[in-house]
């Protein structure tokens, strides 16, 4: 008979899903936390939600911006970086 965890319990296991995500967890807390996700479906709801949003991410990241963007982009960084310093 699996209870039900408190409240209070999920705060921590939330902070400690992006590194089960990335698998930054020593396993003993991996070995945790699998036990937390397995009794815990709002928690586990996050957890997927966090591993669809890296996924997307990442995909995302393989694509290269056209020239004329990434140029455009590195000037507007350069006006701010100039702004900043002058105030």
């Known amino acids: 008979m699996t209870s039900e965890p408190a409240p209070g319990d999920c705060a921590d296991f939330l902070e400690r899903i992006v590194y089960f995500i990335d ?21 586990l709801e996050k957890y997927d939600l966090q591993r669809t949003v890296k996924s997307v991410v990442a995909r995302s990241c393989s694509e290269v911006a056209p020239d004329e963007l990434r140029q455009r982009v590195l000037l507007r960084i350069r006006e701010v970086q100039i702004q900043i310093r002058e105030s």
């Open 23 to 43: 698998n930054e967890l020593d396993e003993a807390d991996c070995s945790e936390v699998k036990v937390h996700l397995d009794s815990c479906n709002p928690c």
